[in-house]
C-alpha cells in the first residue's frame, strides 16, 4: 500500500510539475504578443470608429474577429475620442489628433504626442457635389464606348458574393477612360466611409517622395544619410534601395507571430528608427525583402529633407490630397511624428480611384504635372531580385504570377486582408477594391479579369 500511494504521489508531482512548465511556456509564449493583440485592437478600432465612421459593433464583428484579438476587451471614449484595449495582462491606448488620426502610445507621454505643431490644413473648401469628376463627386451617366455592362455589372457582383472566393468585399470602384462606371458598397459603407489602405499607404509615399524629387529637395539615388548607417557598410543604402524593397537590411514581415513588422506597428512608437537599427543582410541593390519598415524610413527621409515638423505634417495635404481632390484623406502618424507609411492612411472609395487616376494619366491632374514626367516609368520599372513583380512601393504583374489572366502592364497599390487599386494603361481603366478577406478567401485575378474582359 506504502508503494502505491508513494508512486500516486510521484506522478502527481510529475504532472504538477509537467502542468507548471506548461504555464510557463504558456507565459513566455504569449507574453510578447500581448502588446500586438492589444494594440492592434486599440488602434483598428479607434480609427475605425473616428476617421471611418464604423461602429464598434461592426469592426469587432469583422476586423477584430480572429486570432486572440476577438477576447480582447475595448473600452471606447467618444468625447476623447481614444480607445484603451485590455487583454491578461497587459493594456494599450490610443490618442487622438485632429487631422492626423488615431496614434498608438508607444515611448512617448501623451503629452508629447499631443503638443507637435500639427498644423490645421484647409480641405478644399467647394461642396464636392457641385464639381464635376475627378475633382469632384458630381459624376454624369454617360457610359464609355466598348463596355459590356451587363458583364462589368456581373462581375461586379460577383465580387459582393460573401462566400470563398469571393468573401468579404466591403466595395468596388470602377473608372474607364477617366468615367466612373461602377460603384457598389455592401451593407454598413457608403461614399462617406473611409477605408484602412493598410499597405497601400506605400504607394502614397512613392507620390510624396515623387513631388520632393521635382522639387529639388531628395535625391533618392544619394546614400540615405541615417545618422546611425554612417560608420557601416549601411551607408551605402539609397532611398532608391528602400523603395524597391531591396535594401538589405534584415527584416520579418509575417504578420502572424512576433515579427519585426507587427513590433513595428505595435509597440514602437518611432517606427522608422526601430527600423533603420537592422543589421545589414544583404548586399543594398541584391536581394528583394518585402518590408514596411523600408517605407517608414523613406517617410522619416522626407520629414529630415522638409526639416520643419509643421510642413511635414501639412505637406500631403497642400502638396498631393488637395491638388487630387482627395478631401477625405488622413494620413496618420506614429507616436514619434512620422506618417505611418507603411500601413495607416484612411480615405473614401472615390479618392483611392481620384489617386490610381493620377498614376493613369502619368503624373499629370487635369494639365498639372504633379509628379515628374518619368515617375511614374520609374515608379514601375522591376527592381531587382523582385521577379518583376515589384517596382517602387508598386506591384507589378510583369510576370503575371498573380494575375496571369490580367494585362501584363497592370500595376497597383495592395494592402494587407484585400485592399487595391489596380491600374491598367492598356485599358484606361482603375479599379478599387476595399474588404477584409484572409489568403485565399478572395479570387483576385478572377474579379480583375472579369472587369478587364468587359472592356472592349
Given at each position: 500500500i506504502y508503494s502505491s500511494q508513494a508512486s500516486m504521489k510521484r506522478v502527481r508531482?510529475?504532472?504538477?510539475?509537467?502542468?507548471?512548465?506548461?504555464?510557463?511556456?504558456?507565459?513566455?509564449?504569449?507574453?510578447?504578443?500581448?502588446?500586438?493583440?492589444?494594440?492592434?485592437?486599440?488602434?483598428?478600432?479607434?480609427?475605425?470608429?473616428?476617421?471611418?465612421?464604423?461602429?464598434?459593433?461592426?469592426?469587432?464583428?469583422?476586423d477584430l474577429n480572429f486570432s486572440f484579438i476577438r477576447f480582447v476587451k475595448n473600452r471606447v471614449d467618444s468625447r476623447s475620442k481614444t480607445v484603451t484595449s485590455h487583454f491578461l495582462w497587459h493594456t494599450s491606448h490610443t490618442s487622438f489628433v485632429n487631422g492626423y488620426g488615431n496614434i498608438l502610445v508607444n515611448d512617448y507621454p501623451v503629452s508629447d504626442i499631443?503638443?507637435?505643431?500639427?498644423?490645421?490644413?484647409?480641405?478644399?473648401?467647394?461642396?464636392?457635389?457641385?464639381?464635376?469628376?475627378?475633382?469632384?463627386?458630381?459624376?454624369v451617366d454617360t457610359i464609355p464606348s466598348g463596355i459590356d455592362m451587363q458583364q462589368l455589372n456581373l462581375a461586379v457582383e460577383q465580387a459582393f458574393a460573401d462566400t470563398v472566393p469571393y468573401k468579404g468585399t466591403f466595395a468596388v470602384m470602377v473608372v474607364c477612360q477617366g468615367q466612373p462606371v461602377a460603384e457598389k458598397y455592401a451593407d454598413e459603407f457608403s461614399t462617406e466611409t473611409l477605408f484602412l489602405s493598410w499597405s497601400m499607404a506605400k504607394s502614397f509615399i512613392n507620390a510624396l517622395a515623387g513631388i520632393l524629387v521635382k522639387e529639388g529637395k531628395l535625391d533618392i539615388y544619394a546614400s540615405a544619410g541615417m545618422d546611425e548607417w554612417k560608420n557601416d557598410e549601411r551607408r551605402n543604402i539609397t532611398i532608391h534601395h528602400l523603395m524597391q524593397m531591396n535594401s538589405g537590411l534584415e527584416w520579418n514581415e509575417d504578420y502572424g507571430n512576433s515579427s519585426d513588422v507587427n513590433n513595428?506597428?505595435?509597440?514602437?512608437?518611432?517606427?522608422?528608427?526601430?527600423?533603420?537599427?537592422?543589421?545589414?543582410?544583404?548586399?543594398?541593390?541584391?536581394?528583394?525583402?518585402?518590408?514596411?519598415?523600408?517605407?517608414?524610413?523613406?517617410?522619416?527621409?522626407?520629414?529630415?529633407?522638409?526639416?520643419?515638423?509643421?510642413?511635414?505634417?501639412?505637406?500631403?495635404?497642400?502638396?498631393?490630397?488637395?491638388?487630387?481632390?482627395?478631401?477625405?484623406?488622413?494620413?496618420?502618424?506614429?507616436?514619434?511624428?512620422?506618417?505611418?507609411?507603411?500601413?495607416?492612411?484612411?480615405?473614401?472609395?472615390?479618392?483611392?480611384?481620384?489617386?490610381?487616376?493620377?498614376?493613369l494619366n502619368n503624373g499629370n491632374w487635369q494639365g498639372e504635372q504633379i509628379l515628374p514626367e518619368n515617375w511614374v516609368a520609374y515608379s514601375t520599372t522591376a527592381a531587382n531580385g523582385s521577379d518583376r513583380s515589384y517596382g517602387a512601393f508598386f506591384w507589378l504583374n510583369q510576370a503575371g504570377i498573380d494575375y496571369p489572366d490580367v494585362p501584363r502592364d497592370m500595376f497597383s497599390c495592395r494592402g494587407h486582408d484585400g485592399q487595391f487599386i489596380y491600374i491598367i494603361p492598356s485599358k484606361e481603366l482603375v479599379i478599387v477594391r476595399t474588404g477584409f478577406s484572409k489568403n485565399g478567401e478572395f479570387d483576385h485575378n478572377g474579379f480583375v479579369a472579369g472587369i478587364v474582359d468587359a472592356i472592349k
Open positions: 508531482i510529475i504532472i504538477a510539475v509537467l502542468i507548471l512548465f506548461m504555464l510557463l511556456g504558456g507565459v513566455l509564449y504569449i507574453n510578447p504578443l500581448l502588446p500586438i493583440i492589444t494594440g492592434y485592437a486599440a488602434k483598428n478600432l479607434s480609427s475605425g470608429i473616428f476617421l471611418a465612421n464604423r461602429t464598434q459593433e461592426s469592426m469587432e464583428a469583422t499631443e503638443a507637435r505643431p500639427y498644423p490645421v490644413v484647409p480641405v478644399l473648401p467647394e461642396n464636392p457635389d457641385t464639381i464635376a469628376w475627378p475633382m469632384g463627386d458630381l459624376i513595428m506597428l505595435h509597440k514602437e512608437g518611432d517606427m522608422a528608427r526601430f527600423a533603420s537599427s537592422k543589421p545589414l543582410e544583404y548586399s543594398p541593390g541584391s536581394v528583394f525583402e518585402y518590408s514596411s519598415g523600408s517605407t517608414n524610413i523613406v517617410s522619416y527621409l522626407m520629414r529630415k529633407a522638409i526639416g520643419d515638423d509643421a510642413e511635414y505634417f501639412a505637406f500631403p495635404r497642400e502638396q498631393l490630397f488637395n491638388k487630387i481632390g482627395m478631401r477625405s484623406a488622413v494620413f496618420e502618424v506614429d507616436a514619434s511624428g512620422t506618417f505611418v507609411g507603411s500601413s495607416y492612411l484612411y480615405a473614401s472609395l472615390r479618392d483611392y480611384a481620384r489617386f490610381g487616376l493620377l498614376y
